[in-house]
């Protein structure tokens, strides 16, 4: 075994799909399985107000609740254990309580993980919505690619071939710019194909300048796709090279990014992220953003090292 894949949960449907797809990746990459749930106590305090009766109160241990959330968090992950193992019995999988917030306990946990997966929302826990505050601060900050999944448990198995860890349409596709900050995506993206003998496509989108406001320009768009596929094999070539049993599509389109990547219903879409540094949730582009929010299946955002 090698390596480490860290799935949250909160009890959620999301967060159960979440845990199908990392006991997937895990069995793939032949990783170990890591389930955390973070107990927070922050929304069962009652900052300064002193109250009657049997409510928290700050600064005051009431052991009947401490003991009734860890209760839970146990339940929580005692079926997350269960769905892991039933998913994919040859995964080496544990389980974790981590204080704190969410978002803060995941990305410090991530330190430890070469990969982070998370429900697209959940029950007021990891994600209460797609791009909520979780979402965003884990998906800028975690060192590690960070893998959002949508739909309900069930949705990622491999009908066609009774394959377990099998995909819907055997596709993926991942961003491709002229920046290095999109290399670990394309590196991250060719693994995965390789993984699930998958069909890579490499999307790069190109827009039109408007003519109202740049009249003078003109180009030829046989002149421009050239250019544009000699950039997509420039920056990829390395991984071409690394990947040959990795059947490649150079995917190059005259529209918006974001458009351009979640048109089409991909097993995963892969996007890197110029985000760096302590704010860098703030910092995720506009395209990981922008995927994140119309993708029809999981996205996977993979930041460029700090």
Do not use: N
Not at 286 to 291: D, F, L, M
């Amino acid at each position: 075994m090698s390596g480490l894949l860290i799935v949250g949960t909160d009890g959620s449907a999301p967060a159960v799909a979440a845990v199908e797809w990392a006991a997937d990746d895990a069995l793939r990459k032949r990783a170990e399985l890591r389930i955390v749930h973070a107990l927070d106590r922050g929304p069962y305090a009652i900052t300064g107000v002193a109250v009657p009766g049997p409510y928290v109160i700050a600064g005051a241990d009431v052991p009947e609740l401490d003991e009734a959330l860890r209760r839970a968090s146990a339940k929580v992950l005692e079926a997350a254990e269960a769905v892991a193992r039933a998913r994919q019995p040859e995964v080496p999988v544990t389980t974790r309580v981590v204080e704190g917030t969410p978002a803060g306990a995941l990305v410090e946990q991530a330190r430890d993980a070469d990969e982070l997966v998370v429900g697209d929302r959940g029950l007021g826990g990891f994600t209460r919505a797609l791009l909520g505050s979780v979402t965003m601060k884990v998906a800028g900050q975690a060192p590690c690619p960070v893998v959002v999944v949508r739909g309900g448990p069930g949705d990622r198995t491999g009908d066609r071939t009774g394959d377990r860890t099998g995909d819907r349409t055997g596709e993926i596709a991942v961003g491709v710019d002229g920046s290095e900050s999109c290399e670990p995506a394309i590196a991250y993206a060719f693994e995965q194909a390789a993984l699930r003998g998958a069909t890579l496509h490499l999307v790069h989108a190109w827009e039109v300048p408007v003519h109202a406001f740049a009249p003078e320009i003109s180009y030829d768009a046989d002149e421009v796709r050239a250019a544009k596929q000699e950039l997509v094999r420039a920056r990829t070539e390395r991984w071409q090279a690394e990947h040959p049993e990795v059947p490649v599509v150079m995917d190059i389109q005259c529209a918006h990014p974001v458009d351009a990547l979640t048109a089409t219903p991909y097993d995963l879409v892969v996007v890197g992220s110029h985000g760096r540094g302590a704010i860098g949730a703030l910092l995720l582009g506009s395209v990981s953003r922008g995927v994140l929010h119309h993708a029809r299946g999981t996205v996977a955002v993979v930041r460029p090292p700090a």
